[in-house]
């Protein structure tokens, strides 16, 4: 009868035993998947910050109210930003609760952000949130139409940069426009060193190499007044070395045989370092049937080629450009001065004064003897 009375107590209590074990693993299962399904929740009070770099913004944000007892978990972020220079999104990720980068003033600010939780509160699998979006409008400033136009920047030979514009089309009278820069190594925006004069207006702006910055966002803002009100301000973003223009090639040798060809040039002056710099050859070539023209680009300062028996002519030019292991783009310098073989020949007009020169010496050599001669005796009479 114990026995019995035992196996009726065990059979009794096993299924609520396995109830509450369940039970147990239910809830504990129920936890897991809040955490690691589709509630990880988004960062909260997302802003943008702007300290008065041109561009240069800060984003801000605080971490999801409901990870704030979660302490068995990394959290980190995933921010896509809208790159309305490249009209290209880009992304990081951070643990950190702000994040700075580039934007266009003129533009909508687009900003999606999720979170990220990984440890042992989601079973060591990173679980990725849902995204949300942040967009902040520019608020529309100064006068309509009276935005620059045409701007452009040009680094000389790393010597000097000088960006310059147009009026906008709509531009107010007696307008007046102002320039003002920030890069990473100053503490506040600064106004243009040495403005460009047209007519005795700013119409751009000149850079000494000591107040430039590569590899490095150079804002820059052209804003302005007017007797009508404030102009529209114009934002840019350049990175300066992308800018450069080197100085022209000013030495260029030829030498050459009946069919082998050796153009060789030096280096421009100036700061560019020559490993920095590739050329460009045109090479103009005049035969029986016309001329031909054809251009070949080397990182070398020296070119060989054959040339055909039947070339009458040859003539070369040579011009530097920045290469893509120092630059992303630049500026090809103005072309060196043309080199021909063979070098063209001076000839003077033959006419009828050729004929009869040596007779017109003669003559003058005569005429100046009479006249010293008759001088002389004029002079011995008075003395006499």
Not at 191 to 201: F, I, S
Not at 239 to 244: A, D, I, K
Not at 305 to 327: G, L, M, T
Not at 349 to 375: D, H, K, M, Q
Request: net charge negative.
């Amino acid at each position: 009868i114990t026995q019995m009375h035992k196996r009726m107590t065990l059979h009794q209590t096993l299924p609520w035993m396995c109830l509450v074990t369940f039970v147990l693993l239910t809830k504990h299962a129920s936890h897991s998947v809040a955490l690691s399904g589709v509630s990880v929740d988004p960062p909260e009070n997302i802003k943008v910050v702007d300290p008065g770099y041109l561009g240069y913004l800060r984003v801000e944000w605080s971490p999801p109210s409901s990870l704030q007892d979660v302490t068995n978990c990394n959290v980190r972020y995933q921010l896509r930003l809208y790159d309305t220079y490249t009209g290209r999104w880009k992304g990081v990720r951070t643990s950190k609760l702000s994040y700075v980068a580039q934007f266009n003033l003129e533009k909508p600010i687009q900003v999606r952000m999720l979170t990220l939780l990984k440890g042992s509160c989601t079973n060591g699998t990173e679980i990725m949130g849902e995204e949300i979006e942040f967009v902040q409008t520019p608020e529309r400033k100064g006068v309509a139409g009276s935005r620059i136009v045409d701007f452009q920047c040009v680094y000389f030979n790393k010597e000097y940069m000088e960006c310059t514009w147009k009026p906008g089309p709509a531009e107010p009278l007696n307008s007046k426009y102002y320039l003002y820069y920030w890069h990473r190594e100053n503490e506040e925006t600064m106004e243009c060193p040495e403005y460009v004069l047209t007519h005795e207006r700013h119409l751009g702006c000149r850079f000494p190499s000591m107040s430039l910055m590569e590899f490095s966002e150079f804002n820059i803002c052209v804003n302005g007044s007017s007797e009508q009100g404030d102009l529209e301000p114009a934002f840019f973003s350049l990175s300066v070395q992308n800018h450069v223009k080197p100085a022209a090639v000013s030495e260029i040798h030829v030498a050459h045989n009946d069919t082998l060809v050796h153009v060789a040039w030096a280096n421009p002056s100036g700061p560019v370092p020559e490993q920095c710099l590739e050329y460009e050859l045109e090479i103009t070539t005049v035969n029986p049937n016309g001329s031909e023209q054809q251009t070949a680009v080397s990182e070398e300062t020296a070119f060989d080629f054959s040339q055909d028996p039947e070339i009458e002519r040859s003539c070369f030019r040579v011009r530097s450009k920045i290469n893509i292991y120092c630059a992303d783009d630049g500026f090809w310098s103005d072309w060196s001065q043309r080199i021909c073989i063979p070098e063209p020949k001076i000839i003077l007009p033959e006419g009828p004064t050729s004929v009869w020169s040596p007779l017109l010496l003669f003559a003058i050599i005569c005429s100046i003897t009479i006249l010293f001669g008759t001088t002389c005796l004029i002079f011995w009479m008075l003395r006499k």
